[in-house]
């Protein structure tokens, strides 16, 4: 990010205008930009604006500056969704002392509150399974069990996913409203948005399925299979606009492949979904038979686009491993890995009890001998695992879009160590960037060997501006190695890390070390 005055800037005269210019789009949030004197009195301002391009956010200044020192506050959304936030320093004439805690403070009347965080999540969550479930069950009830398409066991499963995916959608809007609006009703600050305008457009493209699903039967022509069609896969891309689809690198290669990653997802989720609750019995072996090369195919098609998508936006193992957006791509390829095995035996266990006709596979589904009813048992149970495996795919997929992607304007990574004692302290911020980074603190022994640390906590301070002490939560990992996913530096500028490391009930050894972080 590069901003009008820099920061840390010495002017010889007062600036007119404020101006913050980003990598990627960005939507203000209300106080989007604030200027505030040493000792915290707010700076008359204009209203802040995009009117230099939708990456930028400006604002005038409506007051002369007195000589001294400014802080600028400002907070954003991004074109994903994630709110982001950071402030900077400027002066007039001469550099004056700020009073201590005053960017806390300014942080401290913002929106970002953490409390919508888990109402997105859960949102997110229902609103892709209701998706997969209406959509999937849609095409393989149509592709696969055509005779079954209009049978109220597959309406009432169909109407269940445009229900969850409806109610999911709405607890994103609301739980965004509450994060940057005045209520879980604000939907049109919501709507006001890049990525709202996406989600509200999601909702209403959602509930308009429930006509397609209550005349399912005409999906039996050409020309009502091929509407439905073309209403699926402009869902689809409605959800990829809202999303990290339009975001990073290569963003037209990323479209394309997060709607083809979505749909291969449906037909995978959906298809399994109508195995196990939209057929009867007697139904399920013909109908998995047939399913198992679509799902094989949405398993090779998935692993493809999501590939590429992770690594459209991570751009390197370090963004894979030093950030909580590669953390959750790790957990939800490690868990589809997992559901493809259990696939693979389902598999095994079609292939080995297809060598009969359909109508002898109907006649041992009605009245099962020993054998084939313990085999066609074994694969409805491995198709049930396979869906509950599923079922923690779509969470992983819910906290990998929740996460925010590495900042890919690739700034330099900081490393830093201080001796005490016969211990060494050493502190890595990947990168040394304002807004939440990565932090890992590491206590070592030039020997090798040291005892445990019982407890390890970090503190932040920028003197230079009286900014902290802030408190980085943290959690181990490994014996004397702890880990902050958010450690949020909200000023450049040199900054003293403080690490106490606790041993027993009456030992502790502290550490100080200064790292620098840039904008």
Wanted: net charge negative; aromatic share 6%; no cysteine.
């Amino acid at each position: 990010m590069e901003t009008i005055p820099g920061n840390q800037a010495v002017l010889d005269e007062a600036p007119s205008e404020i101006v913050l210019t980003f990598s990627e789009a960005i939507d203000p949030v209300e106080p989007a930009l604030r200027v505030v004197d040493a000792d915290g009195n707010d700076v008359d301002l204009g209203t802040a604006d995009q009117s230099r391009g939708d990456t930028t956010l400006g604002v005038e200044i409506d007051e002369t500056l007195s000589n001294g020192t400014y802080v600028v506050a400002w907070q954003a959304l991004s074109a994903d969704s994630h709110n982001i936030r950071g402030a900077f320093t400027f002066s007039v004439g001469e550099e004056t002392a700020t009073r201590s805690g005053l960017v806390d403070d300014l942080f401290a009347t913002s929106n970002d509150s953490p409390d919508g965080a888990v109402p997105l999540a859960i949102g997110r969550f229902a609103s892709y399974a209701g998706i997969a479930v209406v959509l999937g069950g849609l095409f393989a009830a149509t592709a696969l069990a055509r005779p079954q398409l209009s049978t109220r066991r597959i309406g009432r499963l169909l109407m269940a996913g445009v229900a969850t995916g409806a109610a999911g959608t709405a607890a994103m809007i609301s739980a965004q409203a509450s994060l940057i609006g005045s209520s879980v009703l604000d939907w049109p600050t919501v709507a006001a948005t890049q990525s709202g305008q996406w989600w509200v457009l999601r909702f209403a493209a959602i509930v308009a399925f429930v006509p397609i699903v209550l005349s399912r039967h005409r999906l039996r022509s050409k020309v009502g299979a091929a509407a439905a069609t073309f209403a699926g896969l402009g869902l689809l891309g409605i959800v990829a606009a809202g999303g990290h689809g339009v975001t990073g690198r290569w963003v037209a290669l990323g479209f394309a492949a997060t709607v083809t990653h979505l749909a291969a997802m449906t037909i995978w989720v959906g298809g399994l979904t109508l195995l196990i609750i939209g057929l009867p019995r007697t139904r399920f072996w013909e109908t998995a038979n047939r399913f198992s090369p679509w799902a094989l195919g949405s398993v090779a098609v998935l692993a493809l686009s999501g590939s590429l998508n992770g690594w459209r936006q991570v751009g390197g193992l370090g963004g894979i491993t030093d950030s909580s957006y590669g953390r959750w791509l790790v957990v939800k390829v490690t868990l589809v890995a997992v559901v493809v095995a259990t696939a693979a035996i389902t598999r095994r266990l079609l292939a080995r009890n297809n060598v009969a006709p359909s109508a002898e596979v109907f006649a041992l589904s009605a009245a099962p001998g020993p054998t084939e009813g313990s085999t066609s048992t074994g694969t409805r149970r491995s198709v049930l695992i396979e869906v509950v495996g599923i079922v923690f795919v779509i969470a992983a997929t819910s906290g990998l879009v929740n996460a925010p992607p590495p900042n890919r304007s690739e700034p330099q990574n900081q490393t830093a160590s201080v001796v005490q004692g016969d211990r060494i302290a050493q502190v890595e911020l990947e990168p040394a960037v304002t807004g939440g980074t990565v932090m890992h603190v590491t206590i070592t022994s030039p020997r090798g060997g040291l005892d445990r640390a019982d407890e390890i906590t970090v503190t932040a301070d920028l003197e230079s501006e009286q900014i902290g002490p802030i408190e980085i939560e943290t959690y181990p990992t490994s014996p004397n190695h702890v880990i902050a996913d958010d450690a949020d530096f909200p000023v450049a500028g040199l900054w003293t890390i403080e690490i106490t490391a606790r041993y027993g009930e009456f030992d502790q050894v502290v550490f100080n070390v200064d790292v620098p972080v840039e904008n």
